[in-house]
């Protein structure tokens, strides 16, 4: 979960990203649990010919997470920050392949992803959750993929806000037009 202190423009694109749905249901991610904790750069050796200028992202990151005051590991601090990072052109976003390769039914796609998905997920669960309903709006009408009252599973990380007022913003969910509104109700939520 986000909260709404934010105001980059290009976090439209990451509150914006539901992704397909599965027509069917997936394995479970297994194998990563069993990866060892290694540091950011040693966790991302593997995605280097997935996700364009990786290494150098990295470098920024941790140049910025020195020091973290959430209690977390400069590391740990530093994987979270890199999911949030926006590359140009968006699509050469981590979060952006991450999420591809978590939602494709060949989930021998996420082998490379193991190192990377311990370390964040270890930071993840660190940090404190929030039992609330959160929000995440695009501005697109998908209710006949999403049918109200029936549950989903999401196989991807999912940027929310408990703020209307942030998903009103034009970048989001806007005021008009066509838009869904998921209203989930979260017992691990983090705000990040």
């Not at 479970?28 to 200028?53: M, N, T």
């Not at 994987?79 to 976003?93: G, V």
Request: glycine share 4%; proline share 4%.
């Amino acid at each position: 979960m986000t909260s709404g202190r934010f105001n980059d423009k290009y976090s439209a694109l990451r509150f914006a990203d539901v992704g397909a749905l599965s027509k069917r249901m997936l394995a479970p991610i297994d194998g990563y649990e069993k990866a060892p904790l290694v540091s950011l750069e040693e966790a991302v050796k593997p995605l280097v010919k997935i996700v364009p200028k990786v290494e150098r992202n990295v470098f920024i990151v941790k140049q910025n997470c020195q020091e973290p005051e959430d209690g977390l590991t400069t590391d740990e601090s530093a994987a979270i920050m890199l999911y949030t990072y926006e590359s140009m052109p968006h699509e050469d976003s981590l979060y952006v392949k991450l999420n591809d390769s978590l939602r494709s039914e060949q989930r021998k796609n996420l082998i490379p992803w193991f190192f990377y998905l311990r370390l964040i997920l270890t930071a993840l669960t660190r940090l404190p959750s929030e039992c609330s309903a959160i929000l995440r709006g695009v501005k697109e009408d998908l209710s006949t993929e999403y049918s109200k009252g029936k549950t989903f599973i999401w196989w991807g990380f999912s940027s929310c806000t408990s703020s209307i007022e942030v998903l009103e913003n034009e970048q989001f969910f806007g005021k008009t037009g066509n838009r869904t509104l998921f209203q989930i109700h979260s017992t691990t939520a983090k705000d990040i």
